[in-house]
């Protein structure tokens, strides 16, 4: 009896979402290091279909174009913490995804109802088959992919605070530049009529402005262990 219930704590599922430049990567993929768990990065997922429509010409201003095509690639999300990986149609697409060309256009692709129905599956289903729990972090995860999840975080800072921490991973980035980026992206992710950015009624909110990531990792790890004790 007491194997079925440490299974029932470690399989524990945390659904971490908030805007760009607000520490959810780096917390979430230590946080299931620490304890564990699965991790997946969704928003990659969409920088990959992103990066894929751009490498195969599609029109990325055209919704239909984008809706027609976006059942074509095969992206498949590596789920382990400390090397998560992310492959499109068998290729590694870890840092092709990350160019600020993908970057400026990935809102606009994610937008698209079609996009989002076909990888909200592919997240649900990378979700369901992490047997001993995951970590699953975005923008719409609480609210929209998995509004079961045991434990939902909504991560928070202020627009400064987020364009320095940017701007730190980008070097030779302008600050200024990179703070009307985020403010602009958060608008279009907000914004967006088919699961739109927002924390869920049921989420624990983590301002991260004044904190330092290891004191945020500390926090949530803090809170998913009150989740399994609680289980």
Known sequence: MSTTVETARSSV????????????????KAVAAALGLSYLDTGAQYRAITWWMLTNGI????????????AKPVIVSGTDPAAPTITVDGEDASGPIRTQEVTS????????PEVRTLI?????SI??????GIVVEGRDIGTTVLPDADLKIFLTASPEARAARRSGEVK?????????????????????????????DDAVEVDTTELTLQQV???VVTLVEGKRVAA
Do not use: F, W, Y
């Not at 200024?176 to 699961?195: F, M, P």
């Open 105 to 112: 256009k990935v809102s606009a692709v994610s937008a698209v």
């Open 120 to 124: 909200t599956a592919l997240q649900r």
């Open 172 to 200: 030779g980035s302008d600050l200024t530049a990179t703070r009307e980026a985020l403010i602009k992206r958060d608008a279009a992710d907000s914004g967006r009529k088919t699961s739109p950015l927002a924390k869920a």
């Open 13 to 28: 599922i945390v659904a971490i979402d908030g805007p760009s430049g607000t520490g959810k990567s780096s917390t979430s």
């Open 217 to 219: 990792i500390e926090c």
């Open 59 to 70: 029109d990325v201003g055209n919704p239909e174009e984008i809706a027609t095509a976006a």
């Open 127 to 132: 979700a369901a088959a992490a047997t001993g």
